[in-house]
């Protein structure tokens, strides 16, 4: 029973995240007191409306977490100079955001992005601007 | 099908006398259960999901799908009149302009999902998604 118990509120929080994530503004889901900066391989991109995901796995001493990193729209992202084939599964990224204000990373952590950093050192603003994202200095067209 | 012609005879039907005292739902309620499903039927018929075993369309792969897009793309149509009620929105010139955005999109999406045409829903998805901000950054904290 327990482990029914355990797999229902998994799956729950599961479909939430993928409810309440789907379309919103920044101050609703993410925590700008709660910057991150994350070092890990690209396991998983979603390149679909309204906002793109790029799935990365970080490895830490004992286990690896995955982190679902929202991004702007498709649209946007390809106007910043990312593709849907950019962002290779198996590439080693670092990503800077802010975690979402859930912290329970169940089944998976949940961030907003701001950029990212490809091997090769170039970094792509990934985030959406105006929507009540901190001006941090991400964007470089943010006036 | 079957929920087009509902949506249809409903729609049809709808008594021209509503007034403001016959809203049925706040704001919330119709964006929540309304709009944001509407829109994401939109959103999820295009795209596509890469990992290291390959790339994956999400288009509708039968009629079933396809229905829940064409459903989807006319309660965006409709929708534009149930937010232009004039208890819903008097004194609101942008609002009005949001309104007739919304239905420009969602007729845009019916006829690409009628035409199956798939790069034209994912276009249309990031438009109906910046008609949605414009709107949300006027209205959202009133």
Known sequence: ?143 | MKNLIVLSFTLTFFPFNVAAENEHSDMHDLMAHLLTPASEAIWESSGYVITEEGEFSLEPKNEEEWERVLYGAKVITESAYLLSIPSRSENRKEWIVFAGLLEEVGEKAFEAAEQKDVEALFKIGAELYQVCVACHQVYMNE
């Open chain 1, 1 to 143: 029973m327990r482990k029914i118990l355990s797999l229902v509120v998994v799956l729950t929080l599961f479909s939430l995240s993928h409810t309440i994530y789907g379309h919103h503004a920044f101050t609703a889901e993410f925590d700008a007191n709660a910057p991150i900066n994350i070092t890990g391989k690209v396991v998983k991109v979603e390149w679909i409306n309204p906002h793109a995901w790029v799935h990365v796995e970080v490895q830490d001493e004992s286990k690896a977490t995955i982190w679902m990193v929202e991004g702007g729209t498709p649209n946007t992202l390809i106007r910043n100079g990312l593709n849907k084939n950019s962002i290779k599964p198996g590439t080693v990224i670092n990503v800077r955001g802010y975690q979402s204000k859930g912290k329970l990373c169940l089944p998976r952590c949940i961030a907003n992005g701001r950029d990212i950093t490809f091997p090769d050192g170039s970094k792509v603003f990934m985030g959406s601007s105006g929507t009540g994202a901190p001006r941090d200095g991400a964007d470089p067209k943010e006036r």
